[in-house]
């Protein structure tokens, strides 16, 4: 078991993760721990774009006062100022750094997504997270400061006292253990400041468009070092993800609401305009629960997203990776209706830190999807997600260089023990709790909730954990194994949260309590103390 010391780790590769490294590597050298190859990311696989305001007949106030409307009343308006304030400094950043965004006559092309009132969706066609993770990995790459190291998955925060006796406000983050896959030995990486950006934890639910690296590996960290994390309940279901066999986790972007489709159900009606005024460009809460109703209503398996009275050569050309694959999947959105189902999608819960990307414990920084910042309140605003991890990635890494200049990591080097555990034996208890984890969610804790469905699902994931445990700590660990344990810590702590908002707000909605009550309208915190 090796001792790595650094300047800064980070963990995560998407959006969040790569801009602070490539900030970070300026003053020193960084460690950057990702599960897979490092452009295995949320980002990656993001289509819509990212909003700024750019364009003129936009402001600043309209952006803040959409998101502050979709937010449902638990945004932190000072949190959604200074990001969106922020937007345009960042995109002349990315690029500056390589992203090239989709241009018509030398100016950006713009889209427009559920809940915006102007068009501001900065994009490249519609691969605009792909496009910058390309942009950011080869300057991440370039970069000599910069040590990748794939294949290893963080197991869990190093630590100066144990978290069951030492408050994290008294507390020291000295590093990351993690797993090198490749020899299943749990290396310790130690640094004065580490940065959690690995992102969301979409496979807590058996239907995500999320990749499958997304277990909520950096949450699940941080609540066993004691640290609160906020609003879990608040869950974010795409509308719009393809309902295909061979299709796992493709999502059907908003943007192409935006330019003009249609949803349609049972015997091709369009049915949104019984759900909203907005119809197809309502927030995506509603959007998602229109879609969940027309299904159970009428036992139909998905709806359609219908593209075909726009020209053909605009959609090839506006959505050329999206055409590709459905025309693949024997799909051609120029004259079929497009299979869609809900799925999950995005966290706007998560660690909480501070308009620095710091938390609450010492030398431990989260950005992006894992953190919860207040910018998404209740709900989150279209393209606001990679908007929200470039700032924090551009605050975080000024506050950690600010914060412990030039600190070598404290405390003793902490080495991993294994004690007893030997090999697994039983790897079917993995894949079955793997499996019944997810259902239940999807089931009992998904678009519409009720207090029984919920106090079903807590109760079977007191058993569930239970065995999880047990089996964690007999066995060696495998990255199957900790990703199991992270999505079990994860499912009982969205339960918790969800079962202490007697409301519906936003994206969390149940049928015992339809309307928001002003008792709720605050956000809710769980730790594990
Ligand atoms: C999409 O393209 O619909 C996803 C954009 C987002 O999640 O903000």
């Not at 910069?146 to 925060?157: C, E, G, K, R, W």
């Not at 998904?446 to 207090?451: A, F």
Request: hydrophobic residues 40%.
């Amino acid at each position: 078991m090796a001792i790595f010391k650094f300047d800064f780790i980070v963990v995560g590769s998407g959006a969040a993760g790569l801009l602070a490294a490539h900030k970070l590597a300026g003053t020193g050298r960084v460690a950057v721990i990702t599960k897979r190859s490092p452009e295995i990311s949320n980002t990656d696989l993001a289509q819509g774009g990212i909003a700024a305001v750019t364009a003129p007949g936009d402001n600043f106030d309209l952006h803040i006062a959409d998101t502050l409307r979709t937010g449902a009343g638990l945004s932190d308006p000072r949190v959604v100022n200074l990001v969106i304030s922020e937007a345009p400094a960042r995109i002349r950043e990315l690029v500056a750094l390589g992203t090239r965004f989709s241009l018509r006559q030398g100016a950006y092309e713009l889209g427009l997504e559920g809940g915006h009132s102007r068009r501001r969706i900065l994009h490249a066609a519609d691969a605009t997270g792909h496009e910058i993770e390309r942009a950011l990995l080869e300057t991440c790459k370039a970069d000599r400061n910069i040590t990748f190291f794939p294949f290893y998955s963080a197991v869990d925060l190093i630590l100066k006292g144990r978290p069951a006796r030492v408050r994290p406000k008294k507390n020291v983050c000295l590093g990351v253990y993690a797993l090198e896959e490749a020899t299943g030995r749990v290396h310790s990486f130690l640094a004065p400041a580490v940065v959690l950006a690995s992102g969301g934890a979409g496979k807590v639910y058996r239907y995500t468009s999320n990749p499958d690296v997304t277990t909520g590996d950096g949450m699940a960290m941080a609540y066993r070092a004691g640290l609160r994390l906020v609003n879990m309940e608040f869950v974010q279901f795409h509308p719009t993800c393809l309902y295909h066999p061979q299709a796992k986790s493709f999502l059907i972007s908003e943007a192409l609401r935006g330019e003009g489709g249609i949803l349609r159900g049972e015997g091709g009606k369009a049915f949104m305009k019984n759900y909203s005024r907005y119809r197809e460009l309502a927030p995506r809460d509603i959007v998602a629960r229109a879609i969940d109703s027309e299904l159970k209503r009428t036992g139909a398996d998905c709806v359609h997203l219908d593209m075909t009275r726009l020209k053909a050569a605009f959609l090839r050309k506006r959505f050329p990776t999206i055409y590709a694959k459905c025309l693949r999947l024997g799909i051609d959105i120029t004259r079929d209706p497009i299979p869609v189902v809900p799925a999950a999608h995005f966290f706007c819960g998560g660690v909480r830190s501070d308009e620095h990307g710091r938390t609450a414990l010492p030398g431990l920084y989260a950005i992006g999807e894992v953190a919860h910042t207040g910018l998404h309140g209740a709900n989150r605003l279209a393209s606001n997600s990679l908007l929200e991890a470039c700032v924090f990635a551009h605050r975080a890494a000024e506050a950690a260089g600010r914060d412990r200049p030039g600190l070598p990591a404290a405390g003793k080097p902490a080495r991993w023990t294994t004690g007893n555990a030997r090999p697994s034996d039983e790897a079917v208890i993995m894949t079955h709790n793997w499996d019944e984890i997810r259902t239940l969610m999807w089931n009992y804790v998904g678009i519409v909730r009720s207090d029984k469905r919920l106090a079903r699902a807590s109760a079977r994931m007191k058993v569930i954990s239970e065995e999880i445990v047990k089996y964690y700590w007999d066995f060696l660990p495998t990255r199957d194994l900790l990703e199991l344990r992270n999505i079990a810590c994860l499912a009982g702590v969205i339960i918790r949260s969800a079962r202490s908002r007697k409301e519906s707000r936003g994206l969390h909605y149940t049928v015992d309590y339809p309307k928001p009550s002003a008792k709720f309208l605050r956000p809710t915190a769980v730790d594990r103390y």
